[in-house]
């Protein structure tokens, strides 16, 4: 696992923008997963800056959402699909029907969730799958467990994520208790993965998934399974990195 540190969010964000950018160079028709949060939102911006000056060109990418909040329909503010359109794909020319975010209010949950994962393998598979975490080291909405679906899957939100998310909703009732989620295979089938994390409230997570022990009460330590998984975080999401498990990690600031 590659970790770049970085000063703060905003080279964070153009870091992962650059290499967004230069995988899309590489393969115009590029498969990309996509991440909702806080954490993207700056990466978006330069993605859609650099769309602006002509230095990408979205109209042959496909992109498929980790996530969607069960019971939000896509005109629902707090839904994921209201989220990217409007931070990101109504700024950029990516074709509609290249889209993909998971139904939450599909009426056969399951069969939303088979047909999800079946579209994704007709696309050929995610070439690279930006990722956020949560707090408790959930990727997606793939929560801490006894044990984590390995495929596109409903899930129920535990009280850790409920209590992080319910600053976008009125209260904490509001939040939605299950979402589908693209499970941790799904996430680990794609061909390069990074993870962005930045701030204080991610530093406990972080030195979690790098300490090198699988567990899935941090679904996020999966990664270092990955052949090419990069993190790229802040100085803050990286203060609680033992010296020991830095020297073993390729560290750029
Ligand atoms: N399902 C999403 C995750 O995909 C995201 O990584 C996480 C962190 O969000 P933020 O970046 O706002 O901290 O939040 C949600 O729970």
New binding site residues.
Partial sequence: MRVIITVDYKEMSKKAAEIVKRQIKERPNTVLGL??????LGMYKYLIEMYKKGEIDFSNVITFN??EYVGLSAEHPQS?HYFMFHNFFHHINIKKENIHIPNGVALDLEEECSRYEEEIEKAGGIDLQI?????NG????NEPDESIDTKTHVVTLTED?IN??KRFFKSADEVPKK?I?MGLGSIMKAKKIVLLASGKN?AKAIKETIKGQLTTKVPSTVLTLHPDATIIIDKEAASLIPDEDLKEIEVIV
């Fill in positions: 991440a909702t949060g806080s954490t993207p980790l996530d994921y990722l956020g975490i949560g707090v959930h990727i997606g909405f994520t992080a998310n979402a989620t991610k």
